[in-house]
């Protein structure tokens, strides 16, 4: 074998949906094993964590304590060593793929250790950049439309965040397999992008502009008929504090009587005075102060704060509600999501039984960790590096980094809006 001489590496590690990221200058790979391939990695694409600690706790759930999750797994290299099976592969071939969960591995090193089936051949024509830059994402991208949505040409499909680096891609292949695409922006940056894909595109839903509606877009495009599949990259689980529509949720939500409220107001004070307690109205999770409100001729209420339990969403990533992304859906519609913890409460769920409608769960991840999809997976692999060589799909890249900058480039991935942050070595 000939790894002895690559046994330490340098490494970025960092546990994904935690803040904390480490560098760990000198770590040693795992033995080569018969079916291993060592390869040198050129370039990694850097992205931000689809995977919630819950579920990266189970998935993780064999490997020793204290190890962490290495950062960035899509990677593009040269082979440097193979097993003594290896039969697909050999030394100085140029591969591309993506590192599984489980392997304990960063792909931000200069080395790493794989097995066989995990990476394909890389085209001659495609730069190491442009494939680790989309090759995860493109993956992903495959899985929802494909797996999950089961995309057919004349088919409407709404991509929300569309000048991502996943968004742009799921576009494209939507695009490419005949379908009609609404995608939703939230910045002027991310709407120019779009304006300047290479992609015809239905419409461009601003959430940023005050009056904007999803739903109301989606149903003049579609004849009121709706969206077949609708592919999310997060949502919001509860309306927005200080919004119009949070504010309107509310109003409505305390529309009672005072025959109903002021009772109501007293039994609160009574069980539980000066103390918060927590209820659910009209699908809308809320905190209630028991304290009774003064009373004003025939009116009364009570003190409550709206508040959302999104932790992705800031004041730039405006995200639609559950109610939104459901009444986009047409009869049979299929909602792709990448929420791991999504909860309907029962009006959502009513919603979507008259409609007939699907939910998935976005995990591409899935792929590497059962053994039983190898081949389908590398089918997958294929595929998208041949469209990424005759341009069928182009990487959304933002911009490249160095190894030394990987570690805050990863802290801050979030701030990226727009494309793919790529780390080269």
Same mark, same amino acid.
């Given at each position: 074998?000939?790894?002895?001489?690559?046994?330490?590496?340098?490494?970025?590690?960092?546990?994904?949906?935690?803040?904390? =990221?480490?560098?760990?200058?000198?770590?040693?790979? #795992?033995?080569?094993?018969?079916?291993?391939?060592?390869?040198?990695?050129?370039?990694?694409?850097? @992205?931000?964590?689809?995977?919630?600690?819950?579920?990266?706790?189970?998935?993780?759930? &064999?490997? @020793?304590?204290?190890?962490?999750?290495?950062?960035?797994?899509?990677?593009?290299?040269?082979?440097?060593?193979?097993?003594?099976?290896?039969?697909?592969?050999?030394?100085?071939?140029?591969?591309?793929?993506?590192?599984?969960?489980?392997?304990?591995?960063?792909?931000?090193?200069?080395?790493?250790?794989? +097995?066989?089936?995990?990476?394909?051949?890389?085209?001659?024509?495609?730069?190491?950049?442009?494939?680790?830059?989309?090759?995860?994402?493109?993956? /992903?991208?495959?899985?929802?439309?494909?797996? %999950?949505?089961?995309?057919?040409?004349?088919?409407?499909?709404?991509?929300?965040?569309?000048?991502?680096?996943?968004? @742009?891609?799921?576009? *494209?292949?939507?695009?490419?397999?005949?379908?009609?695409?609404?995608?939703?922006?939230?910045?002027?940056?991310? &709407? /120019?992008?779009? +304006?300047?894909?290479?992609?015809?595109?239905?419409?461009?839903?601003?959430?940023? *502009?005050?009056?904007?509606?999803?739903?109301?877009?989606?149903?003049?495009?579609?004849?009121?008929?709706?969206?077949?599949? %609708?592919?999310? *990259?997060?949502?919001?689980?509860? #309306?927005?504090?200080?919004?119009?529509?949070?504010?309107?949720?509310?109003?409505?939500?305390?529309?009672?009587?005072?025959?109903?409220?002021? #009772?109501?107001?007293?039994?609160?004070?009574?069980?539980?005075?000066?103390?918060?307690?927590?209820?659910?109205?009209?699908?809308?999770?809320? =905190?209630?102060?028991?304290?009774?409100? $003064?009373?004003?001729?025939?009116?009364?209420?009570?003190?409550?704060?709206?508040?959302?339990?999104?932790?992705?969403?800031?004041?730039?990533?405006?995200? #639609?509600?559950?109610?939104?992304?459901?009444?986009?859906?047409? !009869?049979?519609? /299929?909602? =792709?999501?990448?929420?791991?913890?999504?909860?309907?409460? $029962?009006?959502?769920?009513?919603?979507?039984?008259? /409609?007939?409608?699907?939910?998935?769960?976005?995990?591409?991840?899935?792929?590497?960790?059962?053994?039983? *999809?190898?081949?389908?997976?590398?089918?997958?692999?294929?595929?998208?590096?041949?469209?990424?060589?005759? &341009?069928?799909?182009? $990487?959304?890249?933002?911009?490249? !980094?160095?190894?030394?900058?990987?570690?805050?480039?990863?802290?801050?991935?979030?701030?990226?809006?727009?494309?793919? !942050?790529?780390?080269?070595?």
């Amino acid at each position: 074998m000939h790894e002895d001489e690559h046994n330490e590496v340098r490494t970025t590690a960092g546990l994904f949906g935690f803040d904390t =990221v480490n560098v760990v200058l000198q770590v040693e790979l #795992p033995q080569l094993e018969r079916n291993g391939v060592l390869i040198q990695v050129k370039a990694c694409g850097l @992205s931000t964590s689809w995977v919630d600690s819950v579920a990266l706790c189970q998935v993780l759930s &064999k490997i @020793s304590k204290g190890q962490c999750v290495g950062a960035g797994h899509d990677i593009a290299g040269v082979v440097v060593a193979t097993g003594e099976d290896v039969t697909t592969l050999s030394k100085g071939d140029q591969v591309v793929g993506i590192l599984p969960l489980d392997y304990e591995q960063s792909g931000c090193s200069d080395f790493v250790m794989v +097995q066989e089936f995990d990476v394909v051949l890389k085209p001659s024509t495609v730069s190491f950049v442009d494939a680790a830059g989309c090759v995860g994402d493109s993956v /992903r991208a495959y899985t929802a439309l494909h797996y %999950l949505g089961r995309l057919s040409s004349g088919d409407t499909v709404i991509v929300l965040d569309g000048a991502s680096s996943f968004g @742009s891609i799921c576009i *494209q292949l939507a695009h490419h397999w005949g379908a009609k695409v609404l995608t939703t922006s939230s910045s002027e940056d991310e &709407k /120019r992008y779009l +304006q300047n894909m290479d992609v015809e595109l239905a419409q461009i839903v601003e959430l940023n *502009q005050k009056n904007a509606s999803l739903k109301s877009v989606t149903m003049l495009e579609t004849g009121n008929l709706g969206a077949d599949i %609708l592919v999310d *990259q997060g949502i919001a689980q509860y #309306p927005q504090a200080g919004s119009h529509k949070a504010d309107s949720s509310l109003a409505h939500a305390f529309s009672f009587s005072s025959s109903f409220l002021i #009772p109501l107001c007293h039994f609160l004070h009574i069980m539980c005075p000066g103390t918060q307690m927590s209820c659910t109205l009209l699908g809308h999770r809320m =905190v209630a102060n028991a304290d009774i409100l $003064p009373i004003r001729g025939h009116s009364g209420g009570i003190n409550c704060n709206i508040y959302d339990d999104n932790r992705l969403q800031n004041s730039m990533n405006l995200l #639609p509600s559950k109610h939104d992304i459901i009444s986009c859906l047409a !009869v049979g519609g /299929r909602w =792709v999501t990448s929420k791991a913890n999504l909860q309907l409460d $029962p009006p959502n769920s009513r919603l979507m039984f008259l /409609r007939c409608a699907s939910i998935g769960f976005l995990f591409e991840h899935a792929w590497m960790l059962s053994s039983a *999809q190898q081949g389908r997976y590398q089918h997958i692999l294929m595929d998208i590096m041949e469209k990424v060589a005759t &341009k069928t799909i182009r $990487p959304n890249i933002h911009h490249t !980094v160095s190894f030394d900058g990987a570690v805050e480039v990863v802290k801050a991935l979030e701030e990226v809006r727009v494309g793919k !942050v790529v780390m080269t070595i």
